[in-house]
């Protein structure tokens, strides 16, 4: 079901997703410098936050370089046509920084949760809409359940409130074919708009991304340079050219995405590009949340074991978001077994 003619919804989440693939240290001056070249660029949405939304930054989930209201004002101060975004995880964010978000001009907040969890947005989105923005529902670790499991929860969610329905590959597991069974079964059913939001784990990103489109999804993620957890986002400059030499219209300037991934994020980035190194890739064929990446090299530096054994029995147990304490906890587990057979020996 092809959406052509009709402009594709474009949202930039190299401030929220991209926060993962610097330890979320960006500080408001560079968030701002992002902000005023993708107000040249021209993507619908700007999403800025933790990496794991409002109300992220904890020991937990690593502490941020500033505050999200910090964040926000930066970002906010540069934007005319492109317009302020927001991600918020129920158990991680609360009311309290969704006012905080309406209050520092943010237009569109989505409410993210795990694949069978849609029934815990209700409230979240309720506030959202009588705050005034725009509460967007979004179902994470997509791959995990089937496309009739993932209609059902979009059903909820769209009875929610909710203005459309995002499908995160968050651990970038997905091959074209089970993006195009999920997405076209949403699209077909829902009355509301289908999103796609993919990650680079197996290097299927543009190819996923392109089949979220032609199945009728009419938002979609990307980041600049494809920044973000695991081995990152799609780069939102290479789908910009993609989207055009398939015929879909959006908002964004080619040349002016381009400027700013090269000229503006990349120096900021040092050795943080994402790229698909071993654990990557790994994270993307065990099915695991793109974001244990730097959680999982830490645990495996710490207990001398290695991080894709970490990923691989995270796997095994579909650790998920929001259960970073595990990885802990695994870790210690395969040191005292690592220890155990070298006795043995």
Not at 264 to 285: Q, S
Not at 292 to 304: E, Q
Not at 319 to 343: C, F, N, P, T
Request: net charge negative.
């Amino acid at each position: 079901m092809e959406r052509k003619g009709d402009k594709i919804t474009i949202l930039d989440a190299t401030c929220r997703d991209g926060m993962h693939a610097v330890a979320h240290q960006f500080t408001p001056e560079q968030v701002g410098r992002i902000a005023a070249a993708l107000e040249k660029a021209g993507p619908d949405y700007m999403e800025v936050s933790h990496g794991d939304g409002l109300g992220g930054s904890s020991i937990t989930y690593g502490r941020g370089a500033a505050s999200d209201g910090r964040w926000l004002a930066a970002a906010r101060r540069e934007l005319k046509n492109t317009r302020l975004s927001s991600m918020l995880l129920p158990g991680i964010g609360t009311m309290d920084d969704l006012r905080l978000a309406a209050d520092e001009g943010v237009e569109m907040v989505r409410i993210t949760v795990h694949c069978t969890e849609a029934d815990i947005t209700a409230q979240h989105i309720a506030l959202t809409r009588e705050l005034s923005m725009k509460p967007i529902g979004v179902l994470m670790m997509t791959h995990m359940v089937g496309p009739e499991k993932l209609l059902e929860q979009g059903r909820i969610l769209a009875d929610n409130g909710a203005e459309a329905v995002y499908l995160m590959d968050s651990a970038g597991h997905l091959l074209p074919d089970g993006v195009r069974a999920r997405v076209s079964l949403l699209a077909q059913k829902l009355p509301i708009e289908v999103g796609f939001h993919a990650h680079a784990n197996l290097d299927m990103h543009i190819a996923n991304s392109i089949a979220a489109l032609e199945e009728g999804a009419s938002y979609l993620d990307g980041t600049l340079k494809g920044l973000g957890a695991g081995a990152g986002n799609a780069p939102i400059e290479v789908l910009a050219a993609v989207m055009t030499m398939y015929g879909y219209e959006s908002n964004l300037d080619l040349y002016a995405i381009e400027d700013a991934a090269d000229d503006v994020l990349r120096p900021m980035l040092g050795a943080n590009l994402p790229n698909i190194d071993k654990v990557a890739l790994t994270i993307g064929y065990a099915g695991v949340y793109s974001s244990f990446s730097l959680h999982a090299k830490r645990a495996a530096a710490n207990y001398g074991v290695d991080a894709r054994d970490i990923m691989m029995e995270c796997g095994r147990r579909k650790v998920v978001g929001g259960q970073e304490d595990i990885i802990i906890e695994v870790a210690a587990q395969l040191a005292e077994q690592k220890k155990s057979e070298g006795e043995r020996l």
